[in-house]
């Protein structure tokens, strides 16, 4: 099953699935600071189905790199999925890419609420071809296992959605 690989791998199935659809994506980081774009620069050859990565960790790096809207995002917080639906939208229309993956999250310690606790993520995957499909999740543990989970289904749904 695709969620007990590890990282590289799916990043290597990513990138057979890409060349096989002769698709090139792009990546729109958040909590996870490019960790999606490392793992698939991990990989040889990337360079022919990986086009860039957008690290918009700040509100105003989603709005001016990515096209986010800013009222959008003091409306329902940088971490919602309306936000990163539009971040991967906004990582085809701003790249040479045909699919793209978009988080943003609290990986904690700090910067949870009763309402987004730490570990909350949400994660958007766009086709230009087919659509998006966009979801919030709950992952547990500390930071860098927070951001792992995030990265490892962030690199699953691409493959999903080629």
């Given at each position: 099953?695709?969620?007990?690989?590890?990282?590289?791998?799916?990043?290597?199935?990513?990138?057979?699935?890409?060349?096989?659809?002769?698709?090139?994506?792009?990546t729109?980081?958040?909590?996870?600071?490019?960790?999606?774009?490392?793992?698939?620069?991990?990989?040889?050859?990337?360079?022919?189905?990986?086009?860039?990565?957008?690290?918009?960790?700040?509100?105003?790096?989603?709005?001016?790199?990515?096209?986010?809207?800013?009222?959008?995002?003091?409306?329902?917080?940088?971490?919602?999925?309306?936000?990163?639906?539009?971040?991967?939208?906004?990582?085809?229309?701003?790249?040479?890419?045909?699919?793209?993956?978009?988080?943003?999250?609290?990986?904690?310690?700090?910067?949870?609420?009763?309402e987004?606790?730490?570990?909350?993520?949400?994660?958007?995957?766009?086709?230009?071809?087919?659509g998006?499909?966009?979801?919030?999740?709950l992952?547990?543990?500390?930071?860098?296992?927070?951001?792992?989970?995030?990265?490892?289904?962030?690199?699953?749904?691409?493959?999903?959605?080629?």
């Amino acid at each position: 099953m695709l969620t007990e690989k590890t990282v590289q791998e799916l990043a290597q199935v990513l990138g057979e699935k890409l060349t096989q659809a002769g698709f090139v994506v792009a990546t729109a980081e958040s909590c996870t600071g490019g960790g999606v774009a490392y793992a698939i620069t991990e990989i040889s050859g990337s360079s022919l189905w990986f086009d860039r990565s957008f690290v918009t960790y700040s509100n105003a790096a989603k709005t001016e790199m990515l096209g986010v809207d800013y009222d959008l995002i003091h409306e329902v917080g940088a971490v919602s999925e309306q936000v990163v639906e539009q971040m991967a939208i906004g990582a085809v229309q701003h790249s040479d890419a045909d699919i793209a993956v978009a988080i943003s999250g609290i990986a904690g310690p700090d910067g949870g609420s009763l309402e987004k606790p730490v570990g909350t993520v949400c994660i958007s995957w766009y086709n230009a071809h087919s659509g998006s499909k966009t979801a919030s999740y709950l992952f547990v543990g500390d930071r860098s296992d927070i951001r792992v989970q995030a990265i490892r289904l962030a690199l699953h749904g691409l493959i999903e959605i080629i």
